[in-house]
């Protein structure tokens, strides 16, 4: 498996180079790979089929200079902070081992590393529901996946130092779902390694993920190659840079 070193880049170029990797790896073009990487400035990515107006607060987003782009992934809205939050991606054929297959346990196979990552913290982490992860309880990490032709896109959050008050402000959690989590506010919901305690920088956060995936899946570092960045600049320009994609239902 490749390994593909930290992007900070602006949420249009993070997801197509995801989907750029993705289309490559099905051609057979690159092999299976892994990615961790930051948006700059702060970024949402929404699901592929949510509604921007009742899951982001766009007047609140475009005050605080905040873009808003459509993932090809499911799941909800995620605020990705770059003062705070680095995104894993994984992109792997559903060959790579038998845990693949299956929706949840695939969650739990590929996010595994970010588990491990917050065991080695001393806390206590573990999966709850489909694709959340929990420390001490609370919301540290969230993952949304899509599938196609044997190959499976997954990505998601790791929260180390995430403004929960910006989150707030520009995310839009129903009642029904906080309701439903048994709280009343994203504050009681959401957590980061700050809030818990520990302190790291972007950089100590990504070399301790970046350890526990080459540990996880024995990786080599990589790059990526000129079809995918090639692709990766297409896909700005036809999709994830276009308002047309990104505000549509």
């Keep these: 498996m490749r ?33 961790l990487y930051a948006f700059s400035p702060s970024s949402v990515t929404i699901g592929r089929f949510q509604s921007v107006v009742h899951d982001v607060n766009l007047d609140e987003a475009r005050k605080l200079g905040i873009p808003v782009v459509r993932r090809i992934t499911g799941g909800g809205s995620v605020f990705h902070d770059e003062f705070g939050e680095i995104t894993y991606s994984v992109v792997a054929s559903e060959d790579l081992h038998p845990m693949l297959k299956n929706v949840e346990t695939s969650y739990r196979y590929l996010a595994g590393p ?110 990526l190659t000129d079809y995918e960045l090639e692709l990766a600049e297409r896909l700005v320009e036809e999709r994830y840079g276009n308002p047309e994609w990104n505000e549509m239902r």
Excluded: C
């Design 114 to 223: 970010l588990v491990d990552a917050l065991k080695e913290l001393g806390l206590d982490a573990g999966f709850s529901g489909l694709n959340d992860i929990v420390a001490n309880g609370k919301k540290i990490s969230g993952s949304a996946q899509t599938r196609r032709k044997g190959v499976i896109l997954q990505h998601g959050t790791f929260m180390y130092s995430t403004r929960v008050g910006v989150l707030g402000r520009v995310l839009r959690a129903s009642k029904a779902k906080l309701a439903d989590k048994g709280v009343s506010s994203i504050w009681e919901r959401v957590t980061t390694l700050e809030r818990e305690g520990i302190k790291l920088s972007r950089w100590e956060a990504y070399e301790l993920l970046k350890d526990k995936f080459f540990t996880a899946f024995g990786l080599e570092e990589g790059e």
């Design 3 to 35: 390994f593909i070193p930290l992007i900070v880049a602006r949420p249009e170029v993070q997801m197509a180079i995801d989907e750029a990797i993705m289309r490559a790896r099905i051609e057979g073009k690159v092999p299976d790979t892994v990615r």
